[in-house]
């Protein structure tokens, strides 16, 4: 048997890091005061994670830079939590103002349910943190090997449940939240707790999780949260009333992987059991301290929630959750998803409130010159709203709890500043990760080439009278998965520049992966290989058919049953006329 320093020297080196870092402290209080740089140190690079941000530069500049010998362009991403990306026309207006005042003039609502700013310096990170925290908000754990920012349900029309689906998600966050009061001493110049480094984590321990860990709550019938696509998830059954009976809890969904490395893989996540409101965060903390227990913390890229169980099966990590929790649970009980959109335009809620989904294009809010004006718009929206703004997890923005009588004010501004602009269905069901040129690991373009590719595959559709068919396109600018694209109808993944892996057959509903259909395609290719498809879709289907049922039905392109067999089978399976 190993003996604990041969255990020690197995680990990877992000574990000796968080290890020696008196619980995420390094040495950024330090690092960050240094002038003569806009970077931090690498060890503190991976710190920074835990604390809602990451070092990134501009990559646009990179080659120009380094052609006059000057350091690369450094800034920093924050990312906010905001569990179940709920926040009052108050914070709206001060979360408008950093970024026009610390960052690039935008706000990005991302897939995780939350906005987060790009471009912020290095000399104004404490600035920046302060302003988040006159929010009453903050970014702790919004990255890192932590719980990280938690997603429910947003659907309007069920305003009991929803409310139960965000009680939850504010709950979970709250008690998986790292305990450490490092964010709070560097960033707000907070007084050290006595004892320091050594005040523990009860939950985490000193080296936290193996890797990032995902939780997520979802309504049926919507599934716009893409729960199977998490670590961990609670999936609400509802008595005929709408009211929450429980949750069924599904572990084990996650979609990253690396080009060129078969053993790693997207996996829709088990359904697991089925346990009662007053135990579901209990249950939360089970799973999650099995995945700090069992978790390989040798290998990052085996570390995820969805390969514990992959290795240990599902029922083996069953028992060791209702072990810890001290009870036996049920089975899952039934239920049905139609969908992972969102609903757009004005819906009414079951107690009256109106509620307001605006389109926006892969998450990004500023004023497009010519277009429509949302960080303007917004603004001015969140100056008369009385109610509340949802994010959802499609990087849309919902206006929610309007007084009947403040409708008529909303749909004003709303004409104004033209946020209703028409898109088409495609382009409504669309969603793409930053990429370049701030992501350190995008090796092409997402959410600067997605909408002109959209515009292209909008006109093939017209050619076959599909405009107006709902079918999901998501594309990433690297294969570790940010806007999900393993779950769309359509996914592109960035395989160098210009150039993406084009995956078909996944379920409408997100409950099915997709498969290679063509590999390293450019432009030119995806439009070739599209569009002879889309020609058989629409002569071909059944009535109510989806594109992603369409082309593994249809034959052509083989139906991926499980994670493990996602790399099997791969490429056109039938000749496309």
Not at 53 to 65: G, K, T, V
Not at 258 to 273: K, S, W
Not at 331 to 357: A, C, I, K, Q, V
Not at 520 to 544: C, M, Q, S, V, W
Request: with cysteine; proline share 4%.
């Amino acid at each position: 048997m190993p003996d604990e320093t041969e255990i020690k020297n197995q680990l990877s080196r992000n574990e000796h890091i968080k290890e020696a870092s008196g619980y995420l402290r390094g040495t950024l209080a330090e690092g960050i005061l240094k002038d003569v740089t806009g970077a931090i140190s690498d060890d503190d690079g991976q710190l920074v994670k835990f604390h809602g941000m990451y070092l990134q530069d501009d990559r646009d500049l990179r080659a120009e830079r380094t052609k006059k010998k000057l350091e690369k362009a450094y800034s920093f991403m924050i990312r906010l939590r905001i569990p179940g990306g709920v926040v009052t026309p108050k914070q709206w207006l001060i979360l408008d103002d950093i970024a026009t005042t610390y960052a690039n003039g935008s706000l990005r609502a991302t897939t995780r349910q939350t906005f987060q700013y790009h471009g912020v310096i290095k000399s104004n990170l404490k600035r920046t943190m302060r302003a988040i925290d006159s929010a009453l908000l903050d970014t702790i754990a919004a990255c890192g090997d932590v719980n990280r920012n938690v997603l429910a349900a947003t659907n309007p029309h069920q305003s009991g449940a929803h409310e139960a689906a965000h009680d939850l998600a504010r709950r979970l966050s709250d008690e998986l939240l790292p305990k450490t009061a490092a964010w709070r001493e560097i960033w707000l110049d907070g007084e050290r707790v006595v004892g320091g480094e050594d005040e523990g984590e009860p939950i985490y321990g000193r080296t936290y999780l193996p890797r990032k860990f995902k939780t997520v709550v979802a309504v049926p019938p919507s599934n716009e949260v893409d729960i199977l696509a998490h670590d961990l998830g609670f999936i609400a059954i509802l008595d005929e009333a709408g009211q929450v009976l429980g949750w069924n809890v599904t572990v084990g969904g996650g979609m990253g992987m690396t080009h060129g490395e078969p053993e790693t893989f997207p996996r829709l996540a088990d359904v697991m059991l089925f346990c009662e409101p007053e135990y579901a965060v209990k249950v939360a903390e089970a799973v999650m301290t099995v995945q700090r227990d069992w978790g390989d913390r040798s290998n990052r890229k085996a570390a995820r929630l969805k390969y514990t169980i992959e290795k240990h099966g599902l029922a083996a990590f069953r028992a060791e959750v209702e072990k810890r929790v001290g009870r036996t649970f049920e089975d899952p009980r039934p239920f049905r998803f139609d969908s992972n959109g969102d609903r757009y335009g004005w819906t009414e809620g079951e107690d009256g409130r109106r509620h307001l989904t605006l389109f926006i294009e892969n998450g990004r809010i500023r004023d497009i010159p010519g277009g429509p004006q949302l960080l303007s718009g917004l603004r001015r929206i969140a100056e008369l709203h009385e109610g509340e703004f949802r994010l959802t997890a499609n990087q849309n923005v919902i206006v929610a709890n309007v007084a009947p009588e403040k409708r008529a004010e909303i749909d004003a501004l709303v004409a104004e500043f033209g946020l209703t602009s028409h898109t088409g269905a495609l382009r409504r069901n669309a969603m793409a990760c930053v990429a370049l040129p701030t992501c350190g690991l995008a090796l092409a373009e997402s959410e600067r080439y997605l909408p002109s590719l959209v515009t292209i595959l909008e006109e093939r559709l017209a050619a076959h009278g599909l405009v107006e068919d709902e079918i999901t396109i998501r594309m990433t600018g690297c294969p570790n998965g940010c806007a999900r694209p393993y779950i769309a109808e359509i996914g592109l993944v960035g395989k160098g520049p210009g150039r993406y892996n084009l995956y078909l057959g996944a379920a409408f509903d997100g409950s099915r992966l997709s498969k290679l259909y063509l590999d390293d395609a450019d432009e030119a290719a995806i439009t070739a290989a599209l569009d002879p498809l889309f020609a058989a879709y629409a002569k071909e289907r059944t009535d109510g058919e989806r594109f992603g049922d369409f082309v593994t039905r249809a034959g052509f392109v083989a139906r991926t049953e499980a994670g493990r067999s996602f790399h099997d089978d791969l490429g056109p399976q039938r000749a496309a006329a």
